[in-house]
């Protein structure tokens, strides 16, 4: 059983000890809340929602950061750590990987996942308690960076995003994974029909219908591919382009400082 410690960012971590870096965390406290209580089947209902395709896109995410052995990089919104995990793999042994999330559950959930593997890349990973509006780190700091779903959930999509910028080295990447805001009405009412009967229909199984039932909205409120390129410009990114993926259902923002 993993163990609960504060500690500071950086410091050398076992794999069989959780530590937590406390920040302070400004964020919507519904929101924190719903993803503490879907923690603990998250991984589960990822792989049945998606028939499994969130594996491909998150491995696509992972290639389209640059990451490379070596690198010190981020996953801000990390979750139960898919890509944190993607990223140890892709970073090396002799690399290092911060997954941060404002809910402790969720890294409670992927420090125990990083317990049950045996791969020595994923010693390099630390799990800290943060938030992506105030990034607990210092300017130029991260070689590589990735945000899977997470940039439809935070209060602020441009304080996130000049936060990720802040914390990127020059000429670094970040890859932002997420639900797409399509602008084709046939693929919006495609994807709304998913989650009117087979999302919320197979989290009511595992007794969360109703904090499934938030993602139209947050869908509705995001931005489109345009205005995530445009807004990334907009912060100083000097490149930035958004993908359609799965027919437009899922989008990947990449972004170069």
Not at 104 to 114: G, I
Not at 167 to 195: C, H, Y
Not at 220 to 249: C, N, Q, V
Request: hydrophobic share 40%; charged share 20%; glycine share 8%.
């Amino acid at each position: 059983m993993a163990s609960l410690q504060l500690c500071l960012p950086f410091s050398s971590t076992s794999r069989s000890q959780f530590r937590f870096s406390y920040g302070r965390v400004r964020c919507s406290g519904e929101r924190q809340e719903l993803f503490s209580r879907i923690a603990p089947v998250y991984d589960n209902l990822n792989d049945l929602l998606s028939f499994g395709q969130h594996r491909i896109w998150k491995r696509m995410a992972v290639s389209w950061s640059g990451a490379k052995t070596g690198d010190n990089v981020l996953d801000v919104c990390c979750g139960s750590g898919d890509l944190s995990f993607l990223l140890s793999e892709q970073v090396g042994s002799q690399g290092k990987v911060i997954g941060l999330d404002f809910s402790k559950n969720q890294l409670s959930m992927a420090s125990s996942r990083q317990d049950l593997v045996s791969k020595a890349c994923y010693k390099n990973i630390e799990w800290i308690v943060g938030d992506a509006l105030d990034l607990p780190f210092s300017d130029c700091f991260f070689d590589a960076i990735t945000m899977g779903y997470g940039l439809r959930n935070v209060v602020n999509n441009r304080k996130a995003l000049e936060e990720s910028f802040r914390v990127l080295k020059p000429g670094s990447r970040i890859s932002v994974l997420d639900f797409n805001k399509s602008t084709q009405p046939f693929t919006t009412a495609i994807q709304e029909w998913m989650i009117d009967n087979v999302v919320v229909p197979v989290a009511s199984g595992y007794g969360l219908a109703g904090e499934y039932q938030y993602l139209k909205s947050s869908i509705r409120e995001f931005l489109t591919g345009k205005d995530l390129e445009k807004l990334a410009l907009e912060i100083g990114f000097s490149r930035a382009k958004h993908y359609e993926l799965s027919g437009g259902l899922m989008g990947n923002l990449v972004a170069t400082r």
